[in-house]
């Protein structure tokens, strides 16, 4: 079954389906920080069977005062989230995963760059 999520103030929709032939290009590429809040630390750390402490340690950096999931660099200008499983391409805390994650490609950023969000994902329509 098909599903076409839109939001509002978006000229372009997101065809959910997409996701399974795409390969990850939203959780691959350039580096940058994929923003994690306490509460979404506190899930992140219960999914993984781990203690707040153990979840930062291993997976997390600190950004000023906000924290980040770390990323794996593939090459010398690709990068993938250390969430992200390569064999089977696919995001491996899907269900606790973060809003960030959640909300793409639905982001404000993209309002002002949507050729951008058109070469990244190939599940994303005009309207």
Request: hydrophobic residues 30%.
């Amino acid at each position: 079954m098909i599903n076409i999520l839109k939001q509002e103030g978006f000229n372009y929709s997101f065809e959910t389906t997409g996701c399974e032939a795409c390969g990850g290009k939203c959780c691959i590429g350039e580096s940058g920080y994929i923003w994690i809040n306490q509460s979404e630390r506190e899930v992140l750390a219960k999914h993984l069977n781990l203690s707040l402490d153990e979840l930062r340690e291993k997976h997390l950096k600190k950004v000023s005062y906000k924290y980040s999931i770390v990323e794996k660099q593939l090459d010398e200008n690709n990068y993938a989230c250390t969430f992200f499983d390569l064999e089977k391409k696919q995001c491996s805390i899907y269900e606790a995963r973060p809003i960030q994650c959640r909300t793409f490609p639905f982001w404000d950023y993209f309002k002002n760059n949507e050729k951008e969000v058109f070469d990244e994902c190939p599940s994303i329509k005009s309207l």
